[in-house]
């Protein structure tokens, strides 16, 4: 170590603001964040980094920060703003809260958060309990309700537990990786894994599990890094959006075939005899006139992941698809009938020895103001309990002015300018609002439809919170102090609550006691975390930690303690009980004359392993490793459409267009495009200037049709039909600006 250097253990701020993320040893000297190492004694990464931890200092000093409070000077979208104080800020927020509350009711206050600040962590406790307090349940993740939650409800409804069944890549003799993203494999938590747990080291995991003889599977379009050198068994490029007819044709010929497990299917499952009946029909030849997949090939992968008794498979976070429902059926069904749940190698349910939290007092919510809900009576939201809004009615109530809209709004750390579909609409929903504040790190595209901009600080400058996984409890800690005028959203917070005459149930704003209470479920004090700073506590592990088997746990809140081959709750809301593959509404087979006049289909990739979303692409040593957004296409592709690699194109849609760098790439079905959304940033040091994320620039939430949902979730479509040509680059946007 260098003589006046300092080593902080910390956890990464790469793939979420908050809850367990890896663990870092950030170097300090002269009181400069000076860079970064992997912690050896953090379970989750042992020492290694990706790109974006190693990017840390470079995340901390960029110059295109948010560095003060701000206020709106001219209209809603043109990015003037003024510097303010804190103190006028956070006096005006509470002071307009609290109007509105009084002149329109809780329903009208609001509370989105991006994944940044990570999920089921202190971030997202201490936010739902400021709504409750508030009487307000009109909290919305713009993201989840189209991306994590919809495949979980139906996950839930069929095979019980928590949260999704995990692949246990650590005993795994055979691994499906079905659709899962570009990059190294894996969207931004590495795939349906853990409530907050950001797992890029879910590629490291299955690489050593490969290399000591498990077989890969690549479900996928194209031909994702994980598979390549050698490391996948077998490809299978499937056609965007026909996944659910490849997974019924393997669970066809596993019941034909007499290869599912009979003794749990007699003792666990109910339905089966009625789904052998309903999937008889659904036969490889079948589905290798829609996949795109041979029918011996169909046969060979159900036969493979039958018989071998150590299997599991993951699926994307984000299938995101208009027909959902049959392929969010499917998969559980696949690992039911084979047994594959909750047995070693297979998928499995991973409980922490504890969870951490406090009340979120959701007492205070009025069933009147649950039933105004936005969305309230789309299926998933209602059974749910209607505890967060539904992200499409937030903004179709906005653009309908309808009575019970929200009308002032915090969002915390997401921009659905670009990440959420069909921003254009987002965009006039924005201005529609009385009262919008944007709290991030950065300026972002939707920072400019705020009336009130503040600076969050990054992990790196806040006192940290708690997260755990499995049985290891971690904290981040502040590695320098804020800079210029940025605060800690958690702090943020707190003071807003005791503005507003919330401190009793705030802890009068203790930023300690508020983490000590987040502690208290498993009895450790922030003081002892804070004294374990490098190892963190291990607790105690547990019989449920270990145990396998645990049906009549996971499966007690199913329909007679048994999984639900058949979804019946579902036949009076006009959907099936089992899966039944209908098919986008734009492909090939659904839209003949559409294809006609746009011949390719475009899906996107979800995130980047070196981006988080729609973030951190001014980071310089990231963006030299990715200059432009690019859309993949095969060479062949490529040739018929005069295009050469490294050409500026355009890709347009029956609804919009999108710019990006052609990248050829041969491990990609010659029909398919594939882009990647978040784009918009630009980078200064590489002199690359922001674009904007409507039409013409590099968003492809441009390119899909808002309408397409999945009719329990209201899932929204990412796959399309398009054409492509060449063009020139996209028009680079005028930065936000500081008047005066």
């Known amino acids: 170590m260098n003589h006046g250097e300092r080593i902080i253990p910390t956890m990464c701020h790469g793939c979420s603001y908050g809850g367990y993320n890896c663990g870092m040893l950030a170097h300090v000297k002269d009181g400069r964040f000076v860079r970064v190492e992997g912690n050896p004694h953090h379970p989750l990464n042992r020492g290694k980094l990706c790109a974006k931890g190693q990017s840390a200092v470079q995340w901390v000093y960029n110059e295109n920060r948010l560095k003060f409070p701000m206020k709106r000077t001219g209209e809603k979208g043109a990015g003037a703003f003024k510097r303010i104080s804190w103190d006028e800020a956070l006096d005006t927020i509470a002071k307009t809260l609290l109007e509105t509350r009084e002149q329109t009711g809780p329903e009208s206050l609001m509370l989105s958060k991006g994944q940044s600040s990570s999920w089921a962590g202190l971030h997202h406790f201490l936010w739902m309990r400021f709504m409750h307090a508030l009487?307000?349940?009109?909290?919305?993740?713009?993201?989840?309700?189209?991306?994590?939650?919809?495949?979980?409800?139906?996950?839930?409804?069929?095979?019980?537990?928590?949260?999704?069944?995990r692949p246990d890549y650590d005993n795994a003799d055979l691994i499906l990786e079905w659709f899962t993203g570009g990059g190294l494999g894996g969207p931004a938590r590495g795939g349906v894994e853990t409530l907050d747990t950001n797992l890029r080291s879910v590629s490291v995991k299955i690489m050593e599990r490969v290399e000591k003889g498990a077989r890969l599977i690549i479900i996928n379009p194209q031909l994702i890094p994980l598979g390549a050198n050698g490391r996948a068994y077998r490809w299978l490029p499937v056609r965007p959006g026909t996944d659910a007819a490849l997974a019924l044709a393997m669970i066809h010929v596993i019941i034909r075939e007499g290869l599912f497990d009979r003794d749990f299917v007699a003792k666990w499952c109910e339905g089966?005899?009625?789904?052998?009946?309903?999937?008889?029909?659904?036969?490889?030849?079948?589905?290798?006139?829609?996949?795109?997949?041979?029918?011996?090939?169909?046969?060979?992968?159900?036969?493979?992941?039958?018989?071998?008794?150590?299997?599991?498979?993951?699926?994307?976070?984000?299938?995101?698809?208009?027909?959902?429902?049959?392929?969010?059926?499917?998969?559980?069904?696949?690992?039911?009938?084979?047994?594959?749940?909750?047995?070693?190698?297979?998928?499995i349910w991973a409980f922490p020895a504890g969870r951490l939290g406090f009340p979120t007092l959701s007492e205070r919510v009025t069933p009147a103001a649950r039933e105004r809900l936005p969305g309230a009576d789309v299926y998933s939201v209602r059974t749910g309990g209607r505890h967060a809004a539904f992200f499409p009615a937030v903004i179709e109530s906005l653009i309908s002015d309808a009575p019970h809209r929200p009308r002032a709004l915090l969002i915390f750390g997401s921009n659905p300018m670009n990440t959420a579909r069909n921003p254009a609409l987002i965009a006039e929903a924005l201005k529609r609002l009385a009262f919008t504040v944007?709290?991030?790190?950065?300026?972002?595209?939707?920072?400019?439809?705020?009336?009130?901009?503040?600076?969050?600080?990054?992990?790196?400058?806040?006192?940290?919170?708690?997260?755990?996984?499995?049985?290891?409890?971690?904290?981040?800690?502040?590695?320098?102090?804020?800079?210029?005028?940025?605060?800690?959203?958690?702090?943020?917070?707190?003071?807003?609550?005791?503005?507003?005459?919330?401190?009793?149930?705030?802890?009068?704003?203790?930023?300690?006691?508020?983490?000590?209470?987040?502690?208290?479920?498993?009895?450790?004090?922030?003081?002892?975390?804070?004294?374990?700073?490098?190892?963190g506590i291990?607790?105690?592990?547990?019989?449920?930690?270990?145990?396998?088997?645990?049906?009549?746990i996971l499966f007690k809140d199913l329909p007679n303690g048994k999984i639900q081959l058949a979804v019946r709750a579902f036949e009076p809301e006009g959907a099936a009980a089992f899966p039944t593959y209908h098919?986008?509404?734009?492909?090939?087979?659904?839209?003949?004359?559409?294809?006609?006049?746009?011949?390719?289909?475009?899906?996107?990739?979800?995130?980047?392993?070196?981006?988080?979303?729609a973030w951190m692409r001014d980071i310089p040593w990231l963006?030299?490793?990715?200059?432009?957004?690019?859309?993949?296409?095969?060479?062949?592709?490529?040739?018929?459409?005069?295009?050469?690699?490294?050409?500026w194109v355009q890709i347009i849609s029956p609804h919009g267009r999108m710019k990006a760098v052609a990248r050829l790439f041969e491990g990609i079905r010659p029909d398919t495009l594939m882009a990647q959304h978040g784009w918009w940033q630009g980078c200064?040091?590489?002199?690359?200037?922001?674009?904007?994320?409507?039409?013409?620039?590099?968003?492809?939430?441009?390119?899909?049709?808002?309408?397409?949902?999945?009719?329990l979730t209201g899932d929204i479509t990412k796959n399309t039909l398009v054409r492509i040509e060449k063009a020139g680059p996209p028009q680079g946007v005028r930065p936000i600006r500081e008047e005066g």
């Open 438 to 535: 944007v709290v991030d790190v950065a300026f972002t595209p939707t920072s400019r439809y705020a009336d009130i901009l503040l600076p969050a600080a990054t992990r790196y400058e806040c006192r940290g919170q708690p997260g755990i996984w499995r049985n290891h409890l971690a904290m981040s800690h502040r590695v320098i102090p804020p800079l210029w005028e940025t605060r800690d959203e958690l702090d943020v917070t707190l003071d807003l609550a005791c503005r507003m005459g919330l401190g009793g149930d705030f802890w009068e704003g203790n930023w300690t006691a508020m983490c000590n209470a987040f502690l208290s479920p498993v009895g450790v004090t922030l003081s002892a975390l804070q004294d374990n700073a490098l190892k």
């Open 623 to 647: 963006r030299e490793l990715k200059r432009q957004p690019v859309v993949k296409l095969n060479p062949a592709t490529a040739r018929a459409h005069g295009i050469e690699a490294g050409d």
């Open 684 to 711: 200064a040091p590489l002199g690359l200037s922001e674009v904007s994320p409507l039409n013409d620039g590099v968003n492809p939430n441009c390119l899909y049709n808002w309408e397409n949902r999945d009719p």
């Open 272 to 347: 089966f005899d009625e789904l052998k009946t309903h999937i008889a029909p659904c036969r490889p030849a079948w589905a290798e006139e829609i996949t795109g997949i041979p029918a011996g090939d169909i046969e060979d992968l159900a036969r493979l992941y039958a018989t071998t008794k150590r299997a599991c498979l993951r699926v994307s976070e984000a299938p995101q698809k208009a027909d959902l429902a049959a392929f969010a059926m499917a998969i559980p069904i696949l690992m039911a009938i084979t047994g594959h749940l909750d047995r070693e190698g297979a998928n």
């Open 583 to 613: 098919g986008e509404p734009e492909d090939p087979a659904n839209a003949p004359e559409l294809s006609a006049h746009y011949p390719l289909i475009l899906t996107d990739e979800h995130s980047d392993s070196i981006n988080h979303h």
């Open 135 to 165: 009487g307000s349940t009109t909290f919305s993740n713009w993201g989840p309700s189209v991306c994590y939650s919809p495949q979980l409800m139906y996950h839930k409804a069929m095979i019980g537990g928590p949260t999704y069944a």
């Open 538 to 552: 291990t607790l105690p592990s547990t019989d449920y930690i270990t145990r396998r088997e645990r049906y009549e």
